[in-house]
């Protein structure tokens, strides 16, 4: 079973849109890491945010966590068309080893 | 930044064939691990290892060996393919478990 999960699969939206990705998991994480795909490539993070962190900003990206809900989320500002992939969140359930959701696809159109 | 490479980048064998999957990466990273990415279910841990010599199960670990020569070289084995385990392979390398992966280009592997 996952630990992490995102829940959408997938998205279309118009370039210079916002985009809100959610991912929920089941029990306690130390870490939440944010990954992206792009086609033909393997993924790449992008934010990685820790159980004592409520936010953390990398140029148009923003993610939270939520310990409480057990959630957190991956926020886009301005999309391109290069934002065009698929995201994963990943949780470690306190375990040593990461555990990847299904993933979310994002098509931006320009 | 960091450089995982991987070898061969596309395989075809045939069901019951022998197959070796081959990673390095060459950031001095204590962790290296091993996924297979299916359509519908995201990137699954089939083995991974925290140094030379040492290796831990993943959580699809059935029909796979692997081994950790030296800190760099990670090395998956699929010993009788079946084509269930035809599958996109990528390995990936990490300081520590709570820290970022980079991941290498993948191996497009198909079993007939």
């Known amino acids: ?110 | 930044e960091a450089a995982v490479t991987q070898s061969p980048r596309n395989k075809v064998t045939v069901t019951g064939g022998n197959v070796t999957l081959s990673c390095r990466q060459t950031n001095s990273h204590n962790y290296m691990y091993w996924y297979r990415q299916d359509t519908g279910h995201g990137l699954r841990l089939i083995h991974y290892s925290y140094g030379a010599g040492n290796l831990q199960i993943g959580d699809v670990p059935d029909g796979y060996k692997a081994t950790r020569t030296t800190q760099e070289d990670f090395f998956l084995l699929l010993e009788l393919a079946s084509p269930s385990q035809t599958s996109l392979y990528f390995c990936a390398s990490s300081r520590d478990w709570a820290y970022e992966q980079y991941f290498g280009p993948g191996t497009r592997l198909t079993v007939l």
């Open chain 1, 1 to 110: 079973s996952q630990w992490g999960e995102e829940n959408l699969q997938a998205l279309s939206i118009q370039e210079g849109e916002d985009v809100t990705m959610n991912c929920s998991y089941k029990t306690y994480t130390t870490v939440v890491q944010w990954y992206r795909q792009k086609s033909g490539k393997g993924p790449a993070q992008l934010i990685l945010i820790r159980s004592n962190e409520r936010e953390k900003r990398s140029g148009r990206l923003r993610a939270t966590l939520d310990t409480s809900s057990q959630s957190s989320s991956l926020s886009i500002t301005g999309t391109l068309a290069t934002d065009t992939a698929v995201y994963f969140c990943a949780t470690d359930a306190n375990t040593n080893k990461v555990v990847f959701g299904t993933g979310t696809r994002l098509q931006v159109l320009p």
